[in-house]
T-cell receptor, first 115, second 114 residues
Framework: DQQVKQNSPSLSVQEGRISILNCDYTNSMFDYFLWYKKYPAEGPTFLISISSIKDKNEDGRFTVFLNKSAKHLSLHIVPSQPGDSAVYFCAASANSGGSNYKLTFGKGTLLTVNP | EAQVTQNPRYLITVTGKKLTVTCSQNMNHEYMSWYRQDPGLGLRQIYYSMNVEVTDKGDVPEGYKVSRKEKRNFPLILESPSPNQTSLYFC?????????????FGNGTRLTVT
């Protein structure tokens, strides 16, 4: 049972436009969400995160939105740049009670930003 | 430079030949974990360690062993590798076992078992 779902395997956008990557989750115990970016031949790198007590977190060109009632989060990249072309993983964790810090990852979305 | 170092980067082996993939971090992190990445399946956790001498199974532990004798090292051991363990493996660490602390990943080890 996939608890974190990224239903779009790929997304292509033009440079300068907005990229919107979506993620849905099923586990209501998840209370912390992260996005990772992965280039070929490298490990994933942390991009941005959001706690369930917030509905928005912004860091430069990157904004993550969380809709708890819909169990949905999205990553907005504005403006998109060719260097943003990578695989983006959505991840979630349930941290209450100090339990195992286990991240559950989605399958990833390949973003291609065309010049 | 703060980093997670995995070795080797690439490994081709035969079924049944024991191998070890090493992982070392220089950030004094308590938490370390191993993931495998497979096409269409994303990243799945194999084993994790909350601290020295404390390890536990993740989602796909079958066929793997780990040890955590020192804080900085967390080797992944395949006692008898099989072709279904052909995958891209990532080691990761974090400075907290709980709470929203992002994982730092190594650059991966691509393992092929023939």
């Amino acid at each position: 049972d996939q608890q974190v779902k990224q239903n779009s395997p790929s997304l292509s956008v033009q440079e300068g436009r907005i990229s919107i990557l979506n993620c849905d989750y099923t586990n209501s115990m998840f209370d912390y969400f992260l996005w990772y970016k992965k280039y070929p031949a490298e490990g994933p790198t942390f991009l941005i995160s959001i706690s369930s007590i917030k509905d928005k977190n912004e860091d430069g060109r990157f904004t993550v939105f969380l809709n708890k009632s819909a169990k949905h989060l999205s990553l907005h990249i504005v403006p998109s740049q060719p260097g943003d072309s990578a695989v983006y993983f959505c991840a979630a964790s349930a941290n209450s009670g100090g339990s195992n810090y286990k991240l559950t990852f989605g399958k990833g979305t390949l973003l291609t930003v065309n010049p | 430079e703060a980093q997670v170092t995995q070795n080797p980067r690439y490994l081709i082996t035969v079924t049944g030949k024991k191998l070890t993939v090493t992982c070392s971090q220089n950030m004094n992190h308590e938490y370390m974990s191993w993931y495998r990445q497979d096409p269409g399946l994303g990243l799945r956790q194999i084993y994790y360690s909350m601290n020295v001498e404390v390890t536990d199974k993740g989602d796909v532990p079958e066929g793997y062993k780990v040890s955590r004798k020192e804080k900085r090292n967390f080797p992944l051991i395949l006692e008898s590798p099989s072709p279904n363990q052909t995958s891209l493996y990532f080691c990761a660490s974090s400075n907290r076992a709980a709470g929203g602390s992002p994982l730092h990943f190594g650059n991966g080890t691509r393992l092929t078992v023939t």
